[in-house]
Each structure stands twice: as C-alpha cells, then as structure tokens.
C-alpha cells in the first residue's frame, strides 16, 4: 500500500488577474521506505505540491492520503506522522540547538525528560552533540542543515519531506546529507520526499523519480529508466533527459564533485 | 494539548524576551517621556473628566503603550517568518490557536510588565489611584495588547516585508491614538470629533480606565469598556488564528 498517494492534486491561487494554477492535477504514489526524488524546473508546481502535502497549503482539488491519512479531511493527523525540513530551514538564530530540539520534541507530544534524551539521541547521530549549547547562529550552513534534518525528525516521522536539501552547502556537507538520507531509509524504513534542482542528487539518491511540468506529472520512473525513454541510453546524465523531457533545465547546476 | 502547546510556546517567547533587556524596558521609554515632560503641564488644569490630571494621563498612557507596542509585534513574525520557523512550527501537531495564543501571552505579560513600571513612576509624580483601579487598568492592557498583536501578526504574514509593514502600522495606529482620548479626555473636543471618537474601540477602554482609576467600577462606562475589549479581544484572535492556519494561501 502507498504511503503517498495522490489523484489530481490541485491548487488555483487567486489574484487580482485571476485565477492561477499552480498545480492543475498531480498523480503520484509513493511506496513506504521509498526515495522519491520530485523534480521540475522552476514554476512547475514543485514548492506548491510540496506545501500541500505537508499540510501547509490546502488543496483546490483532487484528493491525497499521506501515511494512510487523509490530507484534506485530516491535516492535524498527518502532521504528527511527517518531519518536513524546508528549504530556507527552520531554525531560530535566537535559540540554542539544546532548545530548539527540545520545544520541538514537546510539540510532538513527548516529555521533557523524553524530549531531551531524543535531542541527545538526535545530536549524537548527526553530529551535533559537542554543539548542543551553542547558539544556532553560529553554526555552519551544514551544522545548521543537520539541525534542521534533526528536528524533522524528532518524532520518528513516516514520511520525511525534505525541500532542497543541499542547496548552498559545500561538497563535503553534501555528500554527509546524502549519506544521512540513504542511512534513514536503511535502518528506520524511513519514506523520503525530495525535491532537488541537483539532478546528480536525484541520481544519485532516489529509487525513482517524479518529474512535474506545467502543474502536472510529465513523467515518472526510475533514474535509468527516464534516461534511457528519454535521453536514448541508461548511461546518458539525468539532466539529458530532463532538457528533453521539459525543454528546460531545472536551475543553475551545481557541478562541484560530490564524494560519496 | 492546547494549554500545554500554549504554555511550551510562551516559555519560549517569554525565555527570549527576558534574555532582551532592551526589549523589555525600551518599550516603556515613550510613555515614560509623556509622563515627565507633558504630565506636568496638566497640572491643575480642568480637563473634563473626574479626577485630578494623574488620573486622566495615566490611564491614556498605559493604552498608549499597548496600542503602540502591541502594534508592531508583527515585526517580530516577519523575522521569523523569513528565518522559517513559522513553517516549521505549522507543520508541527501544535494547534494554531496555541502558536498564536504563546506570543500574545508573551506580549500581554510584556506590556503589563511595562505598565507597572510606568504606574510606579507616576506613583513617584503624584498619580493617587485604588489598587484595584490600578489592577484594572493591568487587565485592560492585557486584553488590549492580545487584540492589536493578534490583528498585528495576521497583518505580518499577509504583508511580509518589514518596509511595507511599519509605515502601515503607524498610519493605522496614530489616527487610533488622536481620535481615542488617549492623552486628553475626548469631553474637550467639539462635537464632530467626540462623536467620531465614538467610533474607536480604544475610547472606551481608555474612559473605563479612567473610571476604574477614580475607584468607579459599577458604570455604564466600565460596562461599555469591558464588553468592547473582550469582543475586540476575541475578534482579533479568531482573525489571527485563521490567518495562520491559512497563511500562505
């Protein structure tokens, strides 16, 4: 059974020059304990189909289970069963990363006993226990990307949602998240929605890829098999099948060697 | 879970706001100066309300420090909106209504904080008021600051940028303070300006106030003031708890 499924998901925005659809229909099924890597050049409908699936924007229309959870009958269920990491972060330069992981644990209903052990739990898996008391300001972009992965974590979510992961960090953070996300799925069975504009990234980390164009699916299929239907070869690069797929690159591509 | 979300959330705000001293005294600064330099010039002079000058200033001044205190909270938001917590917080179980009822506690117990340092410097000028006036008045700021910083942080998310949020801020809230009898009772104005008076909310907290500082609680005026301030009150909360659970949209 799918852990996500959706069926023509849709979301019109609305504004003065009239309605905008962001996202006109979106058909995906996501297995549990899968990488998904969702992937569109810039307006496609990415961000928006993101935020709804992660509760934060309602759909228009169509309909979506997440984690066996109905997203628009139920939002409030399904925000206990996903971690959601955005793209600009989510941490508060204001606060130490002791009690930042802490508040969040405690919105997830744990103790204050069982939150501060889960904070150390979570610092020592991703390397952030010598920096528990430290000011979240004065981390590095990757100390404070591990950060925003722990507290999407915090509850043991199903399903993970991780919005552009390695934008900004350098090569070595990169291939320590990469490394983090395959390890998730490994040993908790953890789902992964992420989006990327890396399509190294995408190839490198997920079992099959959803391509969206124009607010709907253009293509779906595993990373071998969308360069093969689409750049004429499993071993063409990913970004060959996506310029033939949409005509349009996904972003500026970072070419930087990632060491995994 | 809402009482536990909201008292988690509060902790948290109130935890930075204490760590600020700056943030916890400046605000008190502006009605501080009224106080010295624009209290004593009442003195004596027959402003047309019972009670002596201290008493009529007083009370305009703790509103005035809730209305433009409680008013800019969104600022805050902003930041924070950019930072992106607010999204993470949104994603979290935690009801809307208790992430927006955390901060409004917070700036509540902020600005009564304030206000009691503002009422024991008019202790020391000569302001003579009953406690429980005086307590009163705490309550009313309190109920104040949670309706202009619920209505503040709904305006924050709808107008995310720091440029265009302040100046509408201050037009909203400097009309609000000259049209309220904030600093001189609205029974000195000509007829036009004291029915149109009657139009801001702030007018009757203030004239409540100001009967709860001369030890008059039983009056139409208290009545009055208490029913506008609990319906202003609940009206901004509601606005801003949709507005959070909808942001974005």
């Given at each position: ?119 150390a ?56 998240l990469?490394k ?11 789902t ?69 | ?30 009605p ?35 209305l ?13 909106n ?44 000569g ?6 006036g ?30 265009a ?15 309220s ?43 009055y ?18 507005v ?6």
């Amino acid at each position: 059974m799918a852990i996500i499924s959706t069926a023509g998901l849709a979301k019109t925005f609305s504004s003065k020059a009239g309605p905008v659809e962001a996202v006109r229909g979106i058909d995906l099924t996501v297995a549990p304990g899968e990488i998904l890597g969702f992937l569109g050049p810039n307006g496609a409908g990415k961000t928006t189909t993101l935020r709804m699936l992660t509760t934060l924007l309602p759909p228009t229309g169509g309909a979506a289970t997440v984690a066996g959870v109905d997203l628009r009958q139920n939002p409030a269920a399904v925000r206990k069963k996903i971690g959601y990491v955005a793209q600009s972060g989510g941490v508060d330069p204001q606060e130490t990363v002791r009690d930042e992981l802490v508040v969040q644990g405690r919105l997830y209903g744990l103790t204050k006993a069982e939150a501060t052990a889960r904070a150390a739990k979570l610092a020592a898996d991703l390397g952030l226990t010598e920096l528990l008391d430290r000011k979240t300001a004065a981390l590095s972009g990757g100390q404070r990307r591990r950060l925003d992965i722990a507290l999407g974590l915090t509850h043991r979510p199903e399903v993970l949602f991780l919005d552009e992961p390695t934008t900004g960090l350098d090569p070595g953070s990169r291939a320590d998240l990469w490394k983090l996300v395959r390890r998730l799925r490994d040993t908790h069975g953890t789902t992964v929605f992420l989006t990327t504009h890396y399509l190294d990234e995408a190839d490198a980390l997920a079992d099959r890829i959803v391509v969206v164009d124009k607010g709907v699916v253009a293509a779906e299929g595993t990373p071998a098999a969308l360069k093969e239907r689409y750049a004429g070869s499993p071993d063409a690069s990913l970004q060959d099948a996506f310029l033939a797929l949409t005509g349009r690159a996904p972003a500026p591509v970072d070419t930087t060697p990632v060491a995994v | 879970m809402l009482l536990h979300d909201t008292a988690l959330l509060f902790r948290r705000y109130a935890r930075q706001t204490l760590r600020s001293k700056f943030q916890m005294l400046f605000g008190a600064l502006m009605p501080l100066l009224y106080l010295l330099f624009f209290g004593p010039l009442l003195t004596d002079m027959p402003l047309g309300s019972r009670g002596d000058s201290w008493q009529i200033l007083v009370p305009g001044l703790l509103l005035q420090l809730s209305l433009f205190g409680a008013s800019f909270s969104g600022f805050a938001l902003i930041l924070e909106n950019s930072w992106g917590v607010v999204d993470r917080l949104r994603v979290t179980p935690a009801s809307r209504l208790a992430l927006l009822l955390g901060r409004l506690l917070r700036d509540a117990a902020l600005f009564v904080f304030q206000s009691v340092l503002l009422v024991l410097a008019a202790l020391a000028m000569g302001l003579r008021a009953p406690l429980a006036g005086i307590l009163v008045g705490f309550a009313f700021v309190a109920l104040l600051t949670c309706a202009l910083a619920s209505l503040s942080y709904a305006l924050a998310l709808k107008v995310p940028t720091p440029q265009a949020f302040g100046p509408m801020v201050n037009a909203l809230a400097m009309p609000s303070m000259l049209l309220s009898g904030l600093m001189l009772p609205m029974a000195l104005a000509p007829g036009w300006l004291d029915v149109l008076s009657h139009f801001m909310p702030f007018r009757y907290l203030v004239d409540a106030v100001r009967d709860a500082y001369v030890g008059e609680y039983a009056t139409t005026t208290m009545l009055y003031g208490v029913l506008v301030a609990v319906g202003f009150a609940v009206l901004a909360v509601a606005v801003g708890t949709r507005v959070y659970r909808d942001a974005g949209t």
